[in-house]
């Protein structure tokens, strides 16, 4: 990525702009994961493959085809404070996530928005079989982007906004320290669906605390 590609994305991720394309992190008993930017339409193939799945209906393009998602993530990645980034882990793509900044977006008035708050969603790749599922992944994705938005000494505080419907997630972000503030209604845009939503926050003493308390009920 050209500097003036990243001087162009400042706001969300801005650790990858420090010189460097990507971001790399070691998640101890998972192994190495790596993230960068999004290259549309290159990417595009796998994503679609992972967006159309039933596991990723809370993603909202289920029945866009390729041209359809690729013209979507082109809109979400067109504004200044919104990244899109791919993930990957033992050389393969893993998972996407966008980041962006929630003081920019539509719900900022529903809260206490600040311009030291990130926001993220993220989408984990389908296993290529059941069998090759690794104990741990989805936590470890997570973490990495975690890291990756912590590691910018200007962001105080991510936010996340899942479809209160969305279990699964909800119950990683409280894994991770996050506190659910409770559910805001959030329109449908031309890249998203409506959806009420469980707004969440998470500070880095939330984080530390909560990776203390799983250290604690680690098998010694």
């Known amino acids: 990525m050209s500097a003036g590609a990243g001087a162009e994305?400042?706001?969300?991720?801005e650790v990858l702009d420090a010189g460097s394309s990507s971001f790399e992190v070691e998640q101890p008993g998972v192994g190495r994961f790596s993230l960068r930017e999004l290259e549309i339409p290159g990417d595009m193939a796998t994503v679609h493959d992972w967006v159309r799945r039933d596991y990723a209906r809370y993603w909202g393009m289920q029945g866009l085809d390729r041209a359809g998602v690729t013209a979507a993530?082109?809109?979400?990645?067109a504004p200044a404070h919104v990244r899109a980034l791919i993930g990957s882990f033992?050389?393969?793509?893993?998972?996407l996530t966008e980041l962006y900044s929630p003081i920019?977006?539509?719900f900022a008035g529903l809260y206490d928005a600040r311009p030291s708050d990130?926001?993220?969603h993220i989408l984990l790749a389908?296993?290529?079989?059941?069998?090759?599922?690794i104990p741990g992944f989805s936590r470890a994705a997570f973490k990495t982007v975690l890291d990756l938005l912590f590691a910018d000494p200007a962001v105080e505080r991510i936010v996340v906004e899942p479809d209160q419907r969305n279990h699964k997630i909800r119950a990683i972000n409280r894994a991770f320290g996050f506190r659910e503030i409770g559910p805001i209604d959030l329109p449908a845009t031309p890249t998203a669906p409506g959806k009420v939503a469980m707004l969440s926050f998470c500070t880095r003493e939330d984080l530390s605390r909560a990776l203390a308390r799983a250290s604690e009920h680690e098998p010694r």
Not at 90 to 95: L, Q, R, S
């Open 73 to 77: 993530y082109r809109e979400i990645v």
């Open 118 to 120: 990130r926001g993220l």
């Open 90 to 95: 033992a050389g393969a793509p893993a998972f």
């Open 104 to 106: 920019e977006e539509a």
């Open 126 to 133: 389908p296993p290529p079989l059941e069998t090759e599922r």
């Open 9 to 13: 994305r400042r706001g969300a991720g």
